[in-house]
């Protein structure tokens, strides 16, 4: 009976990534429970020091290295990742569910003929099988899951799991492995890749929104906001007064009449919360209010609130968020 | 140009989800369903290709109950001319087994393309596209946040770890669409009414036993009430600390 | 008594009149027709009282006569003056070919009345041109606008007039035996033309003179017809075929599953009721003078919306009419109303406040066109400000225009005692609590002050819970009417269902919707507005007021509650009854009263053209220096509380409904 734990193992530029070591960290408890090995693999070109994956718990890394696979593209990296699972008769295939995780799921779980659940935030053992939690419905519920199959897929979700210290004592065996790619599998190729410039993000794509309003007073004290929002890799909106004001962009906008947006952290800095602008962000992960009127509507919807004047409040906040994540 | 554009009824993400007596599922009744936010944009693309393009149709292709119909009448409102309704009251979990009855019906059906939205925001899998498009043998983009499509090939645009990635495809090929790939279009009334007369064809699906079930159904825990961490700058650390440490958001 | 020749040379004058009127009449008649059906025929008797009562007292001019702008008067006098000089002409040109049918007929003393009356009549019409011509080129207030047309008539009259003086004088000096001594005028000219030695010539002028003057006036007859004079004769039919329907309501589009195309695109997608309107438009300005948009800078001039309308129905009305006699009269692909005539602005800038039909001397109505291209835009291209989908789609999904959860709904009153109508029907009153009571946080503050007032007084009621639904006025008032016709249907079917007789509402736009536009899909409900119930329950006694808050406090009077429905005195009387104090108007009140700028859907737009209509009121009210903004709208509170915060004054004015006021002077039992 399969009790593998067949891990992907993701790297970027030849790098891994921190993902990669919170899935072998789980990996590993799984494999405790099911009395099986670890195994992670690693797909790509020119990639660094696999058997240091040992360190966080890999008893094997399968490297499959190719120039072709410099980029991931989901047909040729799932057709990598696929044909080394079928030959290492896993029970778990697991990966963090990134971006390319994702994609490498879905892949995997068809080719294998096996379950997936995606993005996990739990896992127990259960009568010598892996079972899942994980949220549904936007995470207004949680469901349990149980696999009937040989094998299964699962993704969990970053930064949820924390991943042990690394053990420098360990190593992992390396095995090379060559995988047969045929010109279907790069029916799709990347042809150009914009790096990140560091410049402005749209608020519909942010993940991290930092915004402010009439408390701003004016157009030239966004500044503070742009430094907190470069810290954080944040977009900077704004409310309607903001906006009305003049001091910032239509489309920097959030609310009823501007964008409506959900991101996982909402800062909002000197915004009141009148209904128009709480119908744009309400449903964010998280929200963070400043605002020197502790009796703020924001403050009603906000998961943290400081009440306080924000042209204090937001400098100091950037300078404690550089010292926590310099750590 | 022919596309499918594969379509999902889903709770409205605004709705209270209420879990049902038997705490493996949520209780429909009092929910309000709408199509999936995300295939609303794969719809709006697949128009917005075959309006420049000028040939071809659009075909709606959903897998669910009966009231599966409903959305795809959207979807017709807003411009496609048929569909296929698979019918299965199932509410089979697993993926896979939804994705293979996909396939085996788009193997049925002539396309150049097959759209999806990135993800339904019911099981927030995000899975079921890429099945697909392993089944059918034919690649996948997803989260697309901009396409072209010009000689039998798409170039297509979407957020990756690294950066904008653009990615060249060649046709036939499966797509899944990001917000932000377009906005979707509000139907002119009349074109709400026409849907009403475009036809739909509905199957029995075939599915599979599910390879998965559903054990336990529960609510998260009870999201703290918000809390004014304190006053002026004093009270930066601890919030930056709660940011860390007990929302994870940093 | 005209000699033959001359009766012969009248004859033809007067047969090329009324030619030329005649051809005139029939096409501006045939143009009418161009447009839809519509039954404006009801209830004759009611509409000649409106008219009549209107006209011979010259309410339709006097109604917004201010100490600011008087012109109301002139007209009056113009209209009375000029009224009896067409009466003359009638005696003048019967008297030309038969000189028994004279004023003189009737007696010495009549006919000496008559001309008493005529000169008198005369020197009015001169005087009232006099300040006509004073004030549309000199004093030039912002209503009125240079225009050709205006001049041109004013010259004419004045022409008139004078040579009407010079008939009478060279008659008086030609005849024996003076046939009046009353013409005080007729024999002033007499004098002047004595003095020059006009003596011998007098028969002669005294014919060219009578000639002139009936080709002016024959003219005269024909060119009303070719200008914005159009009105003398187009706007008694208009007053007489005014709305008989409650003010403002909208009309629902018939049969809408399978109607061809919704709303307005072309001139004649109008009813012809639509079409009259514009032959009546007088070019006042009173329309554009109380716009917001206008006033705000916004390009929606809504008399230039029904001149421009008119100049492409008379520009393009052969064409139309060829096309009908062809019958290839079909739907354009470009509209040819909608962008060409009138701009997409022009259409979005409307807050519906209906300040343009409150003035409007001759009953056109300005909104209903409006929304009827909004419909078009809406229902047949999908075309509307972007931000307005978000509305859209949380009134479809989750029946708020916010799209906030619908489970939510209820969630104000939880801690209230309120009983929804599920847990109990047996209720005397609905709270109807609309989607901002339910929603805003803001505006539910005033749902609990209802809440409380409701309790304090006894009054047996119940809400409707997460069963209630959008009213779905914005809806509508955008253009959106199949989903108004969605969440009307709704509403009307749960408040059937509960057997609801009375509804209670706060929002003046749901109290409009429900009360004056639900019964057009079969909900009747006796529906009252909140101001109106806690006046009654004041002044029944079922309410203990502490009284005798002392505050400056200016009353604004919302578009739909003022003006679409006569509410002005109720919400006063209220705050009347639990304050000594001040209570301050605005300069623009009651029906003069300026919008909020959040009607008409407005609430839901950016309103990027000219100044915010709220800052421009927030400003009017804040001229007046009141401690207090007290409102009876959702919107309008929205509207002041951003106007305050805009112009750094929030700390020092609070906005209070209504219902806080009371709730916050109840005594306690």
């Known amino acids: ?327 | 140009m022919n596309i499918v554009v594969c379509v999902k009824r889903v709770p409205d993400t605004e709705t209270k989800i209420k879990i049902g007596g038997d705490g493996k599922a949520i209780d429909p009744a009092g929910v309000e369903f709408v199509i999936n936010p995300f295939d609303e944009y794969a719809i709006e693309e697949a128009i917005q290709i075959k309006e420049k393009s000028g040939e071809g149709e659009i075909n709606i292709l959903s897998l669910g109950s009966i009231d599966a119909q409903v959305i795809m009448r959207k979807a017709y409102a807003m411009g496609a001319e048929k569909g296929v309704h698979l019918n299965d009251d199932s509410a089979n979990p697993d993926n896979l087994a939804v994705a293979k009855s996909l396939a085996a019906q788009l193997k049925e059906m002539s396309f150049d393309m097959v759209l999806f939205g990135k993800q339904a925001v019911d099981d927030d899998s995000a899975s079921v596209a890429v099945q697909v498009a392993q089944l059918l043998n034919i690649p996948i983009v997803t989260r697309v946040i901009k396409m072209d499509i010009a000689d039998g090939k798409a170039t297509a645009e979407r957020e990756s770890d690294a950066g904008k990635e653009i990615l060249e495809v060649t046709l036939p090929a499966a797509f899944a669409a990001e917000k932000g790939l377009n906005e979707p279009r509000y139907p002119k009334l009349m074109d709400i009414m026409k849907a009403k007369k475009k036809p739909l064809e509905q199957k029995e699906a075939q599915m599979d036993a599910p390879k998965m079930e559903i054990v336990e159904m529960k609510y998260p825990p009870e999201r703290p009430p918000g809390k004014i961490v304190g006053e002026g700058v004093e009270a930066v650390p601890e919030l930056v600390n709660l940011l860390k440490n007990e929302a994870k958001m940093i | 008594m005209l000699p033959i020749a001359g009766k012969i040379f009248l004859l033809i004058l007067i047969a090329l009149t009324v030619y030329f009127f005649v051809q005139r009449a029939k096409y501006l008649i045939d143009l009418l027709k161009l447009g839809t059906p519509e039954d404006r025929f009801d209830n004759p008797k009611e509409r000649w009282k409106y008219v009549l009562g209107q006209v011979l007292p010259q309410r339709c001019a006097t109604k917004n006569v201010t100490k600011k702008d008087l012109a109301g008067v002139g007209h009056l006098l113009l209209f009375y003056g000029f009224s009896v000089y067409v009466i003359s002409y009638g005696f003048h040109i019967t008297e030309a070919f038969y000189d028994k049918l004279s004023p003189a007929l009737f007696g010495v003393a009549f006919n000496n009345f008559f001309y008493l009356l005529l000169d008198t009549a005369g020197l009015v019409v001169i005087a009232s041109l006099l300040w006509a011509f004073i004030r549309r080129y000199i004093v030039k207030p912002d209503r009125l606008e240079p225009s050709m047309d205006a001049g041109i008539i004013l010259v004419v009259v004045f022409c008139l007039m004078i040579m009407s003086f010079s008939v009478e004088g060279f008659r008086l000096l030609a005849e024996e035996t003076p046939f009046t001594d009353w013409a005080y005028m007729g024999n002033a000219f007499s004098q002047v033309f004595a003095n020059m030695g006009l003596q011998e010539s007098s028969h002669t002028l005294f014919y060219v003179f009578w000639y002139l003057h009936m080709i002016v006036v024959l003219g005269f007859g024909i060119y009303i017809l070719y200008s914005k004079h159009l009105h003398v004769l187009a706007a008694h039919p208009n007053l007489y075929f005014h709305s008989t329907k409650p003010k403002g309501s909208l009309e629902p589009i018939e049969n809408m599953e399978e109607a061809e195309r919704f709303g307005a695109s072309d001139i004649t997608h109008y009813s012809w009721k639509h079409l009259l309107d514009l032959y009546a438009c007088t070019e006042c300005g009173w329309c554009n003078e109380n716009c917001p948009a206008n006033v705000s800078g916004k390009p929606l001039k809504p008399k230039d919306v029904i001149h421009n309308m008119k100049e492409h129905l008379l520009a393009t009305g052969k064409d139309l009419l060829a096309k009908k006699a062809e019958e290839t009269q079909g739907d354009e692909e470009e509209p040819t109303l909608v962008r060409a005539v009138v701009t997409e602005d022009e259409i979005w800038d409307c807050t519906n406040c209906m300040a343009c039909m409150e003035v409007c001397p001759v009953a056109i109505e300005h909104v209903s066109k409006i929304d009827e291209m909004r419909r078009y835009l809406v229902l047949m291209e999908s075309n509307f400000p972007a931000e307005v989908q978000t509305v859209f789609k949380g009134m479809e999904t989750n029946s708020n225009p916010w799209g906030i959860g619908m489970s939510t709904r209820a969630d104000w009153a939880k801690d209230l005692g309120v009983k929804t109508l599920a847990e109990d029907s047996e209720v005397d009153i609905l709270f109807y609590v609309g989607c901002s009571g339910a929603f805003d946080d803001r505006y539910k503050k005033v749902s609990v002050a209802m809440v409380k007032i409701l309790q304090a007084a006894g009054v047996k009621f119940g809400i409707l819970g997460t069963e209630e639904g959008c009213c779905g006025d914005s809806a509508r008032r955008i253009g959106n009417e199949y989903l108004y016709w969605m969440m009307a249907q709704q509403n009307i079917e749960v408040f059937n269902g509960y057997n609801v007789k009375k509804i209670l509402a706060t929002c003046p736009h749901g109290y409009n919707t429900l009360k004056n536009e639900y019964p057009q899909f079969g909900g009747d409900f006796e529906v009252v507005h909140h101001t109106e119930f806690i006046l009654d329950l004041i002044k029944n006694g079922r309410l203990k007021l502490k009284g005798g808050l002392a505050k400056t406090i200016t009353y604004h009077d919302s578009c739909f509650l003022g003006r679409y429905n006569t509410i002005y005195d109720q919400p006063r009387e209220i705050l009347g009854a639990i304050s000594n104090t001040n209570l301050v108007e605005m300069e623009r009140n009651r029906r003069f009263s300026f919008c909020c700028g959040a009607g008409g859907g407005r609430m839901w737009m950016e309103e990027d053209r000219g100044d915010k209509i709220n800052e421009v009121r927030t400003e009017e009210a804040l001229s007046k220096n009141p401690d207090m903004i007290a409102t009876a709208c959702p919107f309008c509170m929205t509207m002041f509380e951003d106007g305050l915060k805009a112009k750094n004054a929030e700390d020092k004015v609070k906005v209070l409904d209504i219902a806080e006021f009371v709730a916050n002077q109840l005594i306690d039992n």
């Not at chain 1, 739990?122 to 949680?142: F, M, N, S």
């Not at chain 1, 402005?200 to 915004?211: L, M, Q, T, W």
Request: a negative charge.
């Open chain 1, 1 to 327: 009976m399969a009790n593998n734990v067949l891990i992907y193992a993701e790297q970027m530029g030849g790098k891994f990534r921190p993902t990669a070591f919170e899935a072998i960290c789980q990996g590993k408890k799984m494999a405790q429970e099911l009395g099986g090995k670890v195994i992670a693999v690693a797909i790509g070109s020119g990639i660094e020091n696999p058997e240091a994956l040992g360190q966080y718990g890999a008893d094997k890394v399968i490297v499959v290295s190719n120039e072709k696979l410099k980029d991931f593209t989901v047909d040729a990296y799932g057709k990598a990742f696929a044909d080394v699972a079928g030959k290492n008769d896993p029970a778990v295939v697991l990966m963090a569910a990134t971006y390319q995780g994702k994609d490498l799921g879905g892949y995997v779980s068809a080719a294998l003929d096996a379950p997936i659940a995606a993005d996990c935030t739990e896992w127990l053992a259960q009568g010598g099988k892996i079972q899942v939690k994980r949220p549904t419905y936007a995470g207004k519920a949680y469901a349990t899951i149980a696999f009937t199959g040989e094998t299964a897929v699962i993704s969990i979700r970053p930064k949820v799991f924390a991943s042990d210290e690394p053990d420098a004592s360990k190593s992992a065996e390396v095995e090379n492995q060559d995988v047969a790619l045929s010109d279907d599998d790069f029916r799709s190729i990347v042809k150009e890749i914009l790096a990140k410039a560091g410049g402005k993000i749209d608020v519909s794509e942010g993940d991290i929104i930092v915004a402010g309003g009439r408390g701003m007073k004016g157009p030239e004290n966004f500044k503070i906001l742009e430094e907190m929002a470069e810290l954080l890799g944040a977009a900077v909106g704004a409310s309607r007064t903001a906006v009305d004001e003049g001091w910032r962009e239509h489309a920097d906008q959030v609310g009823q009449t501007g964008k409506v947006v959900s991101p996982k952290l909402y800062i909002a800095c000197g915004i009141s919360g009148a209904i128009q602008h709480l119908a744009g962000m309400r449903t964010s992960k998280c929200i963070v209010a400043i605002n020197k009127d502790p009796d703020a509507a924001i403050f009603n919807i906000a998961d943290y609130g400081i009440v306080g004047d924000l042209f204090q409040v937001v400098p100091a906040m950037t300078e404690e968020l550089k010292k926590v994540m310099g750590s």
